[in-house]
């Protein structure tokens, strides 16, 4: 498994319509492909990741786009992609300020992996 989510993006309307209540990771991007906000959905979350992205496209509204993974380990993946972002850009997305991180330095280090 990749460390950085590689899937490609979706327009918001297209990631509702092939997303439903699993649990999982998302990424939220603006036009430009720029991750602006990560965060999960997890046993308590209402509707899974088809409710999280739902409720984060109101509350981020510079976001256009949509990528996800579905993942039972979902908060171990969530923090694993906070800390690739901070490897890679220097700092972090928007993000639930509650999660403690560690320290991640992942070979190749660029967004692309090379």
Same mark, same amino acid.
């Given at each position: 498994?990749? !460390?950085? &989510?590689?899937?490609?993006? +979706?327009?918001?309307?297209?990631? +509702?319509?092939?997303?439903?209540?699993?649990?999982?990771?998302?990424?939220?991007?603006?036009?430009?492909?720029?991750?602006?906000?990560?965060?999960? @959905?997890? $046993?308590?979350? *209402?509707?899974? &990741?088809?409710?999280?992205?739902?409720? /984060?496209?109101?509350?981020?509204?510079? @976001?256009?786009?949509?990528?996800?993974?579905?993942?039972?380990?979902? !908060?171990?993946?969530?923090?694993? &992609? *906070?800390? !690739?972002?901070?490897?890679?850009?220097?700092? &972090?997305?928007?993000?639930?300020?509650?999660?403690? !991180? $560690?320290? +991640? /330095?992942? @070979? $190749?280090?660029?967004?692309?992996?090379?």
């Amino acid at each position: 498994m990749a !460390l950085r &989510l590689q899937k490609p993006w +979706l327009s918001s309307a297209e990631a +509702l319509r092939h997303v439903r209540g699993q649990m999982g990771v998302y990424q939220l991007a603006n036009e430009a492909g720029e991750v602006i906000f990560v965060s999960y @959905a997890g $046993g308590r979350s *209402l509707g899974g &990741l088809r409710g999280e992205i739902s409720r /984060s496209l109101t509350e981020q509204g510079e @976001a256009t786009q949509v990528r996800f993974e579905i993942t039972t380990s979902y !908060l171990s993946r969530y923090k694993e &992609l *906070l800390m !690739l972002h901070q490897a890679d850009h220097g700092s &972090l997305p928007v993000h639930d300020p509650q999660v403690r !991180l $560690g320290r +991640l /330095s992942p @070979a $190749g280090g660029s967004a692309n992996g090379s």
